[in-house]
Structures are given as C-alpha cells and as structure tokens.
C-alpha cells in the first residue's frame, strides 16, 4: 500500500488528490513540490486572488516608521542594507536625504502587499496581527528617537549657555 498514488509514502495513509501533507503523519505528500502548487505570481504561496483584499488594508505604519528594519525583517535584505549603506558612505548620505523619504512612503503605500507576495501567512488577519507588531515597534522607535534628540538639544543648550558664561567672565 505504501507508495502507492492516492497514498502516503511515509504511513501509507490515504491522500486526496492535490493534498500536500499526509493527513495522519504530517509528512509531505509525494508528488508535485510544494513550490510547484505555490500560487503562481507569488513567490510566498499566499492566495493572489486575496491581494485585493491586501491593497485595501491600508497604510503600513511598521514600513513607514522603520524601513531599514522592516524591510530587513520582511526578507527583502538586499533594499534594506542598500538602504543602510546610504547612512554610512559618504557622498551617498546625500542620496540618502531622499531616498529614505521615497522608501519609507512607498513602504506605507505598498506594505502590507510586500508582505502578502513574500512571505507566507495562513490569513489576512495574521498579516495585520504581524504588521500591527512592526507598528508598535515603529512607534517605540520614533519615540526614542525625537526623546533622543530633544535630550540632545537639552544638553547643548545648557553647554551652549555655559560658554556663553564663560565668555563673560574673562571679558571678551
């Protein structure tokens, strides 16, 4: 029996046509591969005729707010060092004043789609759930940031008043 069409090849138990992974075991079902039955279009395997319903999500807070490390996380790592890169080099930091505005727009724009094509997910609500969590982290990151900076401008003030002092005291 084992081996057979319409079976499993690990347990032997019985499959229906199409079926993935054996019903009893787990084990992957002989026959096609599972990147043949993908969805075709779609290198995560996720239902193309749900991208519609992807679209109208909305904006993508997550891939605004934190781009280097959205598009990191979401597996598109070659954009995301690129876009990591332009921090780092000079010359390209210039290049980065606008191409990190563009990505983090388009990131919000087209999201929640990016994600759908890439990786895989078993619905629309653990897509949101997922992109919901990269949004608090978003968030969390803004907030350290502008804290970061409004402690810096804090700090520089003060050093700046006290040179301004120090400038008074020896009569210049």
């Not at 979401?74 to 080099?89: I, S, Y």
């Not at 949004?135 to 006290?162: E, K, N």
Request: hydrophobic share 45%; net charge neutral; with cysteine.
């Amino acid at each position: 029996m084992r081996g057979m069409p319409g079976s499993c090849s690990a347990c032997g138990g019985p499959l229906e046509a199409g079926a993935r992974f054996c019903p009893l075991c787990g084990q992957p079902a002989a026959g096609p591969s599972p990147t043949a039955v993908a969805a075709p279009g779609l290198p995560s395997g996720n239902d193309p005729a749900t991208l519609d319903t992807v679209k109208r999500i909305g904006w993508n807070w997550g891939g605004f707010f934190i781009p280097y490390l959205w598009l990191l996380g979401h597996g598109r790592t070659t954009a995301g060092f690129l876009l990591l890169l332009t921090t780092a080099v000079p010359l390209l930091n210039l290049v980065h004043l606008i191409l990190y505005p563009v990505t983090a727009i388009y990131l919000g724009l087209q999201g929640y789609e990016i994600s759908w094509r890439h990786r895989a997910y078993h619905s629309v609500e653990q897509l949101r759930d997922g992109e919901r969590e990269w949004a608090w982290w978003g968030v969390l990151v803004l907030l350290l940031v502008v804290g970061g900076v409004f402690l810096s401008l804090i700090y520089l003030r003060g050093a700046m008043d006290q040179v301004w002092r120090e400038m008074d005291l020896l009569g210049r």
